[in-house]
């Protein structure tokens, strides 16, 4: 077995020095997997995400794990780490692959690692925080001790024993059998999908903006976790947008507004954002909330592509707002 300080042969970097630069930067203590796809050893860890403890204002909900840019302050932390590693072993910027919310398939390695096992819901519960984590880590291209999975941790639903909380709260249904998640019916995945969204599953929609957390909400895994609060989390956006953040601006000053934060992702539309925000804005039932709803929703029933929800949510609005329907005419969208 190759440990880093013999495989590089400069100062000591033991296992256990790495994991204590993980901890150090607000990580979970990492594990350490022989990479599964090539060469090297993948190292893993939890970064957790802030989970408020405040009632969310009024508006259009944000999930925790966007509220601020988690992945962005653990891309940062890692960059901390890996300076750290290179500064000690010798190692070029180039031998250390970092990654987060990328292709690779980081929650096959976080069950293969033992940092957590696959709960029925398809995410990572980790062993230190349950599965309101964002996992992050990197790739190092050389051999050393490694950790070993818990026993069926990679089985979707193996550990969660007789619970089935996650698939009866789901409110479409998504969670279709262990492990198996519907995309097309998910909320969460749908919230950054161009795809048309079928009118049942707008019903189902409630205030969200961005993001689903029901099937994480009602995990017994996540009660009672206390888990550091990260702090200084950059492109922090509160729980909540207002219609007018949304629906307003142009397409390109909304992105620019979004910059730095999860939202500003560059596969995360303005277009949809729009589209979630007036699916959500059907959700008001106070009539006067309605009346001044309606003429943010209006200016886009002639888009190109989302009028199908600017449509959908107008009627609903309108019959809050006690409004006779009204023929759209014409089509006035302005971008
Ligand atoms: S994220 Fe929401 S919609 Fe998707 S599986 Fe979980 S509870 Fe269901
Ligand atoms: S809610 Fe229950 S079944 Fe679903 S992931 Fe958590 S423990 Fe497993």
Redesign the pocket.
Known sequence: MQSIKTTIGLKMNSKEDISEYFRIEGFSSPRFLKNPEGPGTVIIAAFPVRIPVEKAPKGLRIAPFAAANHYGEAVLRMKRISGVLREKTGMSKSDIRLFCNSTLEEKRFAALSGLGFT???SLV?TREWGSRVILAGMIIPFETETDSPLENGSKA?AL?GS?????AACPTGAIESSGVVNRDKCLQSLTTDSRRIPEWIMEKWGNRLYGCTI?QD????NKNVVSPEPDGIAGDLGMTLSFEEVLVPDDPVLKKSLKGTALGMSWITAENLKRNAMISASFCRNRIEAESLIPLVEPYTGHPVISYAAIWSLKRLRKTAGQQESPLLPPVYRQ
């Open positions: 709960g029925r819901n519960i639903g969660c619970c089935r909380r996650c698939m099937c009602v995990c017994p895994f």
